[in-house]
């Protein structure tokens, strides 16, 4: 053997020698951080060309925030990094999460300060479609940019050529300068129907597209992120079916015939065929036949697949605990909707005391559930883990309201008894009542509040414990 060769061996063992004698880096490893999820200031084109960029509150200096995709089954884990030179905190819409992670600032945790950080991490055991969006003075943050889309993937995906995520949502733009119109909080705006933008956009473009070819089929999930306004949809070029609400799944694929309503928080999960040839109009529609149509989001057809139309898609697999037990014999809690302008209430109960309409009106409150205004120390209603609930909501005012519960899903209780699909958020219309079931089965401290956010925040939240 020559001198090179032994020498080369000696090394060999050396290093290994050496490699054994190495501490262990996996413990350093599972201590590592997580991921980061920054709340900053940016600067991004909201308005078309010609206008100035537009100053945002931002997660990770992009508006919507990134997209975050996580498998069923998984674990979620963010570190919020607030920037901001104001208090924030992270709600993580629509999944039924341990209540210390559910981001409700003055409920489920105290705000994050600048310069700040607060570690969120829990389980996700429901595929679908999702959001976080800041849950601290949400009517502002919200439409400043704070918000974007929690996508949790089947195992195995549907049938499609494409997944694209949708994120609804309009600005108050000055036309001037292109900039957020301040008076976040304006009297206006709080008691009638809620900060109306006017441009309105997908993912932070107001001229969104997409390519895709004739006989394509997508999945597009659509993501109502507007603070108050409810968008009515329709299809051109396309032909589809609902699969699943608030991102749990349909029984059986619904075809879309007509009109998609999409109230704010609200998610539709849509499989579509193209069926536009090259060069046609394909896509979203928004407005209605009255005041006309007007192309939300563009699907550019680009040319013909290789195969013919397919037939329906197969529904997607059930999440677990989708089911509502003993709905018909529950109790049945009264929470009625009151307030707001034209209408008004006679009084209601603010920070500790009862006050008439024009005294809460003087402190900017103007709407209640079941005669408490904002939060107060004691819940809707104490529920023991494990039983079935149902609330009645009665809209008492003469503006729609899109009511989301934290921490659970429900099913929508028909006339005849039936149980509609699962939800987080239902809305309803002036006289409207609507009757709730769910199943108590996560404990905590739970919101259950308007989502046009500015009726959150003059008066239109409550909460449930469940323990």
Known sequence: ???????????????????????????????????????????VQLAPPGYDTTPVWSYDGSLPGPVIRARQGSRLERRLVNDLPVPTSVHWHGIRIDNAMDGVAGLTQDPVTPGGQFDYAFDLPDAGTYWYHAHTNSMEQVARGLAGALIVDEPTPPDVDADHVLLLDDWLLDPDSGHFVDGFDHPMMLSHAGRMGNLMGVNGRHDFS??????DRLRLRLINGANARIFVLALE???????????MPLERPEMVDGQLILAPAQRVDLIVDVTA??????????????????????????????????????????????????AADAPLLEMPLQGGAMRGMNSGHYQGQEMGFRALMQRGQYWALAGQVGLGPEPFARLSRGETTRIAMTNDTIFPHAMHLHG????????????????????????????????????GKWLLHCHMLGHAASGMTHWIEVA
């Open 210 to 215: 997409l390519q895709a070819r004739q006989n």
């Open 237 to 247: 070029g396309l032909t589809g079916w609902r699969v699943a609400l608030d991102g």
């Open 1 to 43: 053997m020559s001198t090179a060769s032994t020498d080369l061996r000696l090394s060999r063992r050396a290093v290994c020698a050496g490699l054994a004698a190495l501490p262990v880096l996996r413990p350093a490893l599972a201590d590592a951080p997580p991921p980061l999820l920054t709340a900053r200031e940016a600067r």
């Open 277 to 326: 040839e090259a060069g046609a109009t394909a896509g979203l529609l928004s407005g209605s036949e009255a005041d006309g149509w007007r192309l939300l989001a563009e699907v550019a057809v680009t040319g013909r697949a290789a195969r013919t139309p397919r037939g329906a898609p197969a529904p997607l697999p059930p999440n677990p605990r989708m089911a509502v037990p003993g």
């Open 408 to 443: 659970m899903h429900f099913r929508q209780i028909g006339a005849d008894g039936r149980q509609g699909p699962l939800r987080d958020t239902v809305m309803l219309m002036p006289d409207d009542r609507v009757e709730i079931a769910f199943l108590t089965d996560n404990p």
